[in-house]
């Protein structure tokens, strides 16, 4: 599994951070830093995140053949 985040659409309202903090936390107030591949044990609250996203800045893709780009979104 591969996570991208947009940046400049991120607003840092930490949702992801609350549900996947493996995966996603924040650094400060305002900047997120997050773990661009994620082990796949973490895939149901990675994919929780990415819709709790209120600015769908997360893009989630699957690897190894499965699926491939899946963008999440509410």
């Known amino acids: 599994m591969r996570i991208v985040v947009d940046l400049s659409r991120c607003q ?3 949702q992801c ?5 493996d995966a996603f936390r924040m ?3 305002e900047a ?3 773990h661009p591949s994620p082990d796949d044990a ?3 609250q990675v994919l929780r995140a990415a819709a709790a ?3 769908q800045a997360i893009a989630v893709d699957r ?3 499965r699926d491939a780009a899946v963008e ?3």
């Open 12 to 14: 840092g309202y930490a």
């Open 32 to 34: 997120l830093m997050y």
């Open 72 to 74: 999440v979104s509410p």
């Open 63 to 65: 690897l190894e053949g």
């Open 42 to 44: 973490q895939r149901e």
């Open 27 to 29: 650094h400060g107030e």
């Open 53 to 55: 996203c209120p600015l």
């Open 17 to 21: 951070a609350f549900l996947a903090p």
